[in-house]
Each structure stands twice: as structure tokens, then as C-alpha cells.
């Protein structure tokens, strides 16, 4: 089955066709999807969103590249945020927290501050038995101390670009390893590999959408959830495996890890 576990449908350049964006999905046999929080404001879009459409799960979290705009109270919000989506109607979409981790890339003159808020995510994701949707760029040795300070039940190590021993690591603390659309450019030599190397019962499936857009559609270009079926083939062709094997094992891959989206998928 066919799961976009990591697309930011909530962002505004689906403001124009959210709707068709998804129905196209669907039509490329997408069959369920999760959309992460990255701050506050993005949370009461998600929410309503996902009130109109049960079918789609959601995470609640503060991604390490907002963090800055985070108050004092953040972490404090969130967790009352949690309780009470728990506590109503929503309560079995929200299959995660996320986006969370650490991104050194970009800058680490605010790494105290990820790291604080990054161990209290996943302190939180502990409290409440979910897994996490990981954002893991520039700092996977890092992100890996703090998951194994904290153990959570697993999650998934979005758009995965570290070494085969990193993903063996992640593995053995329960969690998957996410690949988009930058496995299928052919220059993309490591990440390809990766996905060769890898056990297939470690991989599942993401857009990522509207980023990292596949090689067929260019940089630059907005990329959408419909995607998701060609680049299964991608990593099929890479994998020298049929195309529906992909999508049945990394779709039991996904719920293994994200439980409550088995309810969800239609
Ligand atoms: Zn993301």
C-alpha cells in the first residue's frame, strides 16, 4: 500500500488546490498520508484539515528550523496541544510527533537551543507511547545520542541521507528510514546506493511535498503527493524488484511504525 508518510499539505503553495492535490493522490493509489507540524501556526490548518478529511494523519511538533520563534511556553503548549487532540475526535489521526530533530546544516548558532527543544519532544513522544517523524539533517550522530537518551518507540528518520551503519543504528532503535525524490536522480550516487543496500524492511516512502522534488519534475518545481507511485518504481528499478512488492512491503514498513495510520488508510 502506497503511504506518503512525510507531505506538508498544509503549506501555502497547496493554498490554490489542496483539495485536487490530494484527490489526485488518491487516484495514484496513495492510500494514506501524514502531514507534520513544523511550528504553532501551522497546527490549526493541520487540524482543520484533517477534521474534513479523516483518511489523513498528522504530527504535532516543532521543527529544529523554527525553533527561534518558539516562546517559553512552547514546549508547555504542545503538550496540552497533544492532550487535547487525544481527548477528542481527532485522536486517531495524530499518529506521531513531528517534525522534530536537529538541523546543523543551516546554522548551529542555535544548537543549545534545538537540542532543549528536541529532548523535550521526545520526552513528550515517550509520555505518550507515540513514535517521531525526525528531521536529521547535519546532525545524524547526534540525533541518534539524544534517541538513544530517550528511548522512544521508533519513527522515522525522514529524508535519510547518512551512512548504511547510521540506518543500521536507527534500525536497532525502531526506526525506518524515509526516501523521496532524492534517490531518483542518477547522480545521486550514495543516496541510491543506500537504498540498494538497505534491508527493505528499514525503508518506506515520502515526498516530502511541496519539496524535494523528483528528477521527472526538476528543481525548483512544486512537488505533490501524487508522486509517490513513480517514485516507488524508481526505487523498484533501483532495487531490481517489482514495483507492487515496493509498495506492499514499505507500506507495511509504515504502519509498523506509525500504527494508528493502519486505521486510516483507505
Ligand atoms: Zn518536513
Given amino acids: 500500500m502506497l503511504i506518503d508518510t512525510h507531505c506538508h499539505l498544509d503549506v501555502s503553495e497547496f493554498d490554490a488546490d489542496r483539495a485536487a492535490v490530494w484527490q489526485s493522490a488518491m487516484q495514484q ?29 498528522f504530527a504535532l511538533g516543532w521543527h ?10 512552547a514546549m ?29 546544516y543551516v546554522t548551529r548558532a542555535n544548537e543549545a537551543t534545538q537540542i532543549a527543544l528536541f529532548e523535550a519532544q521526545l520526552q513528550l513522544a515517550k509520555h505518550y507511547g507515540l513514535p517521531v ?6 546532525a545524524i550522530d547526534t540525533v541518534l545520542k ?5 528511548r522512544v518507540v521508533g519513527g522515522i528518520a525522514h529524508a535519510f541521507n547518512g551512512s548504511l551503519q547510521q540506518a543500521q543504528v536507527f534500525a536497532s532503535l525502531g526506526f525506518k528510514c524515509g526516501f523521496g525524490g532524492a534517490c531518483t536522480y542518477t547522480r545521486a550516487l550514495k543516496i541510491r546506493a543506500l537504498v540498494e543496500q538497505l534491508p527493505l524492511s528499514d525503508i518506506v516512502l515520502e515526498t516530502d511535498a511541496p519539496d524535494i522534488p523528483p528528477a521527472w519534475l526538476g528543481h525548483g518545481v512544486r512537488n505533490t503527493p501524487d508522486q509517490l507511485k513513480k517514485i516507488a518504481e524508481e526505487i523498484a528499478l533501483i532495487r531490481r524488484m517489482p514495483s507492487t512488492q515496493i509498495i506492499e512491503i ?11 495510520i493502519a486505521h486510516l488508510c483507505t
Avoid at 41 to 57: E, K, M
Avoid at 146 to 150: E, I, L, M, V
Fill in 64 to 73: 529544529p528550523m523554527y525553533v527561534d520563534q518558539a516562546p517559553q511556553s
Fill in 133 to 138: 517523524l525526525l528531521h536529521v539533517r547535519g
Fill in 29 to 57: 493509489q496513495v492510500r494514506g498520508l501524514v502531514i507534520p507540524a513544523v511550528n504553532q501556526a501551522s497546527v490549526q490548518p493541520i487540524l482543520d484539515w484533517c477534521t474534513r478529511h479523516p483518511n489523513t494523519g
Fill in 146 to 150: 539524544y534517541c538513544r537518551k530517550h
Fill in 76 to 104: 508547555a503548549q504542545l503538550a496540552a496541544q497533544i492532550e487535547s487532540v487525544l481527548a477528542g475526535p481527532l485522536a486517531p489521526q495524530l499518529v506521531a510527533i513531528g517534525e522534530i530533530g536537529l538541523d546543523f
Fill in 250 to 260: 514499505t507500506g507495511k514498513n509504515s504502519i509498523a511504525v506509525l500504527p494508528k
